[in-house]
């Protein structure tokens, strides 16, 4: 049985094991040379409490040397559900687009020990493989994670759990829609369009009600760029935001437009906008996640999309159970 899976799907596992090595070498290489700019190693300097000369000098070079491969990162969210999908999707279909079912079925191993077999051994691929390209990712992030923290949006799909949660899911759904449709590439294609949408719905709606939010007030101080201020209304940098602005003495949380009346009457006045809000008892609140849920919310969202896999197989399961074909 080991024989004929590998004879079945070696060269699905070649390729995307081909594909992983050549993204882990370039990671490895950048981020070498990204790492060696921090010379008491990133950590030393995560956080706005861990930042001094040294490491800002560090952060800067790393930005001006090495944003544009961060940026291009954003793209590698794609690789779990790429790595998912090229499993999963040919696992029933290529049986039943080219008739070997017949004989696969037919044979002394019964038919679910048949599935079960594949589903176990390209599931643990999938996750090998995954799991591999993610720890790569993560060491080559730890500098960029040192000063933006792991909630940006291209650290948090990227590292920890989520990953090959991701992959498992996009794995579950390619071989649900191969085992329906019938067909390797229109399975491929459900499973990558049913990815991105369930990713962005999470992304966006999901994500941020994981735990409810803390929020931080603080007075507008009586002087000084309004800038500088904000970025101490949240304990960390690495904290996620998911909302700042101004509040009223009351606690009415100003609209842009009403901001905005507060900061034409201040342009009239010829005083300083942060004076004459401090004067109006003004404040700045901020809603955000503190950087230590990044765990608790990692575990949560890799729960739904294994548990969302975990049903996806039952379908397989019945179909096969079933004999649909």
Not at 67 to 90: D, K, Q, R, T, W
Not at 130 to 145: E, Y
Not at 256 to 278: I, M
Request: charged share 15%; proline share 5%.
């Amino acid at each position: 049985m080991t024989w004929l899976l590998w004879r079945q799907h070696r060269t699905e596992v070649c390729v995307l094991g081909l594909l992983v090595g050549l993204f882990g070498i370039a990671l490895l290489v950048f981020g070498t040379q990204a790492h060696d700019l921090f010379p008491g190693g990133p950590a030393r300097c995560a956080g706005a409490d861990g930042v001094d000369e040294v490491c800002t000098a560090s952060f800067r070079r790393l930005d001006d040397e090495y944003g544009y491969v961060e940026n291009l990162l954003a793209a590698f969210y794609l690789v779990p559900v790429v790595i998912g999908a090229f499993l999963g999707a040919p696992l029933l279909a290529r049986e039943l687009e080219d008739g070997t079912w017949q004989l696969a079925w037919t044979q002394a191993v019964p038919r679910l020990r048949w599935l079960a077999a594949k589903l176990a051994a390209l599931a643990a691929v999938t996750v090998t493989l995954t799991g591999m390209f993610t720890a790569v990712l993560t060491w080559f992030r730890q500098p960029f994670d040192a000063w933006e923290g792991r909630f940006q949006y291209d650290a948090f799909d990227l590292e920890g759990l989520v990953p090959v949660a991701y992959a498992l899911f996009a794995f579950g759904v390619a071989t649900a829609a191969g085992a329906i449709l019938r067909r390797s590439l229109p399975a491929f294609g459900v499973a990558f369009g049913a990815f991105l949408a369930a990713r962005m719905s999470v992304a966006l709606l999901a994500r941020p009600a994981y735990a409810t939010p803390l929020t931080t007030m603080g007075p507008v101080p009586a002087g000084g760029p309004t800038e500088q201020v904000r970025h101490r209304l949240v304990p960390g940098v690495a904290d996620w935001v998911i909302e700042r602005g101004y509040a009223d003495a009351t606690g009415h949380r100003l609209s842009s437009v009403e901001y905005h009346e507060l900061e034409d009457a201040a342009d009239r006045a010829g005083t300083n906008l942060n004076q004459f809000l401090h004067e109006r008892g003004v404040q700045q609140f901020g809603v955000y996640h503190p950087a230590d849920r990044f765990w608790t919310f990692q575990l949560v969202e890799a729960s739904l999309f294994v548990a969302a896999a975990v049903v996806l197989i039952g379908v397989v399961v019945w179909r096969v159970r079933r004999r649909v074909v």
